[in-house]
């Protein structure tokens, strides 16, 4: 029987070690504080966990992970879980040889080893000058090699999520003083990405959209609802609701995109 207080324990105690060691390696203000790392366990635990039992999935990449607490909780959950991040420093991946240091377009592991790869709010930055949102010339070059690789590296699904781009609002950016962001935007700009254009982008590397993912669990618009209190808790949950609908998804109704891919020619 397994000893509940016991694995606890040990959670708890990896949790702390990795909470100090690994605060230093973020770069991304606003994503390094007690509160935000919080955020981004909450939203593994509830979103990501569900469907990696739903799609049965054991060997997991995380890339883009920031901090690195999603390969952290996963491990802790019996999953064999690995992060990829360009801003780890040595001490950290020397300690956790799941974390590795590095870029999404080069990802050192085999063709197809995991069973399910994920990135959350990361490749909207990929391509980008300041790490942010100014794009450079070359953006469309690095997003395609960024997604043939997360294709490769998968044998059966892929998850991303990322602000929608038809949706006039990107509720999920802080300005670079680290404030609530809500930036407008035209939905003819290329920072953030569409549904249609992820579609393709995949279609291109063999896999196609499975579904719009139910968003339950993610506690994505936790700042609107800070900020606008009960009326924005009801607006949010409600457009969070119409994520998931297959007509609207990738409509301008829709914030934020929770998308499933599955691989056509899986053996
Ligand atoms: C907004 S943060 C999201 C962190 C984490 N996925 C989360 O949801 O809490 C974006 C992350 O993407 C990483 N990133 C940026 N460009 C990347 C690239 N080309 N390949 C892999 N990760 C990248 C950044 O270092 C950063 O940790």
Redesign the pocket.
Known sequence: MVDESHTMHEGTAMQNQWTSLLKDSV??KG?DDQHSIEV?RLKIQNFIVPQLQRLNATRILE????SGVGPVVLRESGFEAYG????FKDDVTDTYSFLISG???RIPFPDRHFDLVYS???IE??GTRD?MLELAEDYQIERRL?IRELCRVSSRHVIITTPNKYFPVDEHHVDMHGNPGFRVHSPFENKTLSARELRNGFREFGFELDAFLNPRGYYQLERVKKKFGRIGSLVSDGLLRLSSNRLIGGSFLNPHLFLLFRRLDRA
Request: proline share 5%; glycine share 18%; net charge negative.
């Open positions: 770069i991304w994503y981004a890339v883009g992970c920031g990829i991040d360009p801003h870029e999404g377009k959350l709010e990361t930055h990929v790490g960024f």
